[in-house]
T-cell receptor
Framework: KAGVTQTPRYLIKTRGQQVTLSCSPI?????VSWYQQTPGQGLQFLFE???????NKGNFPGRFSGRQFSNSRSEMNVSTLELGDSALYLC?????????????FGQGTRLTVV | AQKVTQAQTEISVVEKEDVTLDCVYE???????LFWYKQPPSGELVFLIR??????QNEISGRYSWNFQKSTSSFNFTITASQVVDSAVYFC???????????FGSGTQLTVLP
């Protein structure tokens, strides 16, 4: 069974640009969550999608957005990039809500903003 | 609001030693789930265990064991006879009905020396 696939693995962008990250969940999983990991703030929740609907959103500015497609694949977009957006972005998929089912994580996309 | 505290930032042990990673959590919900994840250098978070708030039985899986104590709001993780391959960052996490997201602790970097 294939795991969670995130593409690309590495990205270098310039301040002010926008970026789109992709996540393909485990087959059959309908929930996709996104997390940002930085040395200073640790792992922080961005948002969760279930059956193409955003169910929950973390405390991030509107520059961070996402969507989920009918095949459960998800994309995350960050507009007007700032240096502080440099981070490892992790996607997690789960069968149901993260409340009571384990989440399986991808290897992440390491974004560097210069 | 919920919170997870991992007071140990870094732990270093010699191979074959036992090591305990501490986790203290805060939540107002009576139904919640606790998790441990391992993050090797490759970046992905590897699921280790999930416990619900109504099950305080300790669990053992090979060299791993977990001690859940509601009275002290702790969910500690012990590795017996540690091995070099156990070197990683370990995260404790919490999810509950009111938060509907995984809240992670700051992680403990475990280094097992040969």
């Amino acid at each position: 069974k294939a795991g969670v696939t995130q593409t690309p693995r590495y990205l270098i962008k310039t301040r002010g640009q926008q970026v789109t990250l992709s996540c393909s969940p485990i087959s059959g999983h309908r929930s996709v969550s996104w997390y940002q990991q930085t040395p200073g703030q640790g792992l922080q929740f961005l948002f969760e999608y279930f059956s193409e609907t955003q169910r929950n959103k973390g405390n991030f500015p509107g520059r961070f957005s996402g969507r989920q497609f009918s095949n459960s694949r998800s994309e995350m977009n960050v507009s007007t990039l700032e240096l502080g957006d440099s981070a490892l972005y992790l996607c997690a998929s789960s069968l149901g809500t993260v409340l009571n089912t384990e989440a399986f994580f991808g290897q992440g996309t390491r974004l560097t903003v210069v | 609001a919920q919170k997870v505290t991992q007071a140990q930032t870094e732990i270093s042990v010699v191979e074959k030693e036992d090591v305990t990673l501490d986790c203290v959590y805060e939540t107002r919900d009576t139904t919640y789930y606790l998790f441990w994840y391992k993050q090797p250098p490759s970046g992905e978070l590897v699921f280790l265990i999930r416990r619900n708030s109504f099950d305080e039985q300790n669990e053992i899986s090979g060299r791993y064991s977990w001690n859940f104590q509601k009275s002290t709001s702790s969910f500690n993780f012990t590795i017996t006879a540690s091995q070099v391959v156990d070197s990683a960052v370990y995260f404790c996490a919490l999810s509950s009905g009111s938060a509907r997201q995984l809240t992670f602790g700051s992680g403990t970097q475990l280094t097992v020396l040969p």
